[in-house]
């Protein structure tokens, strides 16, 4: 089978298309049979070599939809069951850009009925990122959050969940994205740049870090999602951040929210798995609205 990894760091000329053998899957294991699966900014990462872990291969891709193809001992999933999940793990031999991968049971969801797989491809990783930031901040219904980098993914599921919970939520972006973030349940909005009023929270899906802290009440929270890469607290805030888990009863949960519509899965643009150096290039180049999503 055909999969995208990288063996030497750089840019999207680092995104190699190779010929593996086809993984089986083992006690509490499913193989899915890639339909889609999203290019996401920590790809970028792998490839570049941020992360670390020269001289190694590492395959690419944490999101997945597809159709159960194969399944080890010790799972109720059965061959032909539509499902999506989050195949964690920044260093991994293959990852969910190729035509199959194995994950863990504990991982997987089953697919929306309401996206195609294009679609749900896009929600595993970034929704819940969105559910997890969200938990760790433990707001109340009636408290204000603010959420960066509002019009991305992170913080458009975010924005929707807040919403959802009775959370006001302040969206800060572009300007021209204030039509985008009220869509999506925000009730205010400050353009990038502009000084927010405070609020009893930060989710900073745009990586501001310590300058963020100023918007900010007194004993509020802040919670970002580069891991181990909160700011010092200060006048009582609590600072953490997160690192995305894999978590198939809470996706089952994500899922059935975009069912309901309380979530929009956003693509803007999808790519053959054999195009995924462009895909690449194309992330890198900026100002995407959706997720980018490769198609064996």
């Known amino acids: 089978m055909r999969a995208a990894v990288v063996t030497t760091f750089g840019g999207p000329e680092a995104v190699e298309i190779v010929e593996v053998e086809r993984p089986a899957p083992g006690a509490g294991q499913i193989r899915i049979?890639?339909?889609?699966?999203?290019l996401n900014p920590v790809d970028a990462g792998v490839r570049s070599g941020i992360f670390g872990g020269a001289g190694q291969r590492f395959g690419l891709g944490w999101d997945v939809a597809g159709t159960v193809d194969a399944v080890g001992d010790a799972t109720e999933?059965?061959?032909?069951d539509e499902v999506i999940a989050l195949h964690h793990g920044r260093f991994k031999q293959l990852g969910t850009h190729a035509e199959y991968v194995v994950v863990d049971t504990g991982a997987v969801a089953k697919a929306p009925a309401s996206l195609d797989p294009v679609h749900a491809a896009a929600l595993p990783l970034n929704a819940l990122m969105a559910a997890q930031t969200l938990d760790r901040l433990a707001l109340e219904p009636g408290q204000s959050l603010l959420v960066t980098g509002a019009a991305g993914a992170v913080g458009g599921y975010a924005i929707q969940l807040a919403a959802h919970r009775g959370i006001q939520v302040t969206a800060y972006a572009s300007e021209a994205d204030e039509?985008?973030?009220?869509?999506?349940?925000?009730?205010?909005?400050?353009?990038?740049?502009?000084?927010p009023a405070p609020v009893d929270a930060v989710l900073d899906a745009a990586f501001i870090g310590a300058d963020a802290l100023a918007w900010v009440r007194d004993d509020g929270a802040y919670v970002g999602v580069i891991p181990g890469a909160a700011p010092s607290p200060e006048r009582g805030i609590r600072t953490s951040s997160v690192e995305v888990t894999a978590n198939g009863s809470q996706l089952t949960t994500l899922a059935r929210l975009t069912d309901e519509g309380?979530?929009?899965?956003?693509?803007?643009?999808?790519?053959p798995l054999t195009d995924t150096t462009k895909a690449h290039t194309r992330l890198a180049e900026g100002g995407v609205r959706g997720r980018l999503v490769l198609v064996p």
């Open 77 to 80: 999933w059965q061959v032909g």
């Open 179 to 195: 039509a985008l973030t009220r869509s999506f349940g925000a009730t205010s909005f400050v353009a990038r740049g502009t000084t």
């Open 33 to 38: 049979k890639v339909a889609a699966a999203a």
């Open 262 to 271: 309380v979530l929009t899965a956003r693509v803007a643009e999808t790519f």
